[in-house]
């Protein structure tokens, strides 16, 4: 699997864009973000019932993003940290 890598100004002009031009807010870039996340852990693990998992982010909208993941990851059965 091959995630391409962006730098913290190229992902501010794609936020800027998404919101200028799709309308959408920041808030549900997190939500998808998260979401997108935690179902491609869910992906890799083979399932993530029962199964403890620690979510590390960083500060801003990637903390933001680390939140959303843990609840979607609890709300599948995990134990998020």
Do not use: C, S
């Amino acid at each position: 699997m091959n995630i391409p890598a962006v730098t913290k100004e190229q992902m501010r002009t794609i936020d800027e864009y998404a919101e200028k031009h799709f309308g959408i807010d920041v808030v549900q870039m997190m939500e998808n973000a998260g979401r997108n996340v935690a179902a491609m852990a869910r992906e890799i693990l083979g399932g993530v019932k029962g199964r403890e998992i620690l979510i590390l982010a960083g500060k801003g909208h990637n903390g933001g993003d680390g939140l959303v993941a843990a609840r979607f990851l609890q709300n599948w059965g995990a134990k998020p940290t």
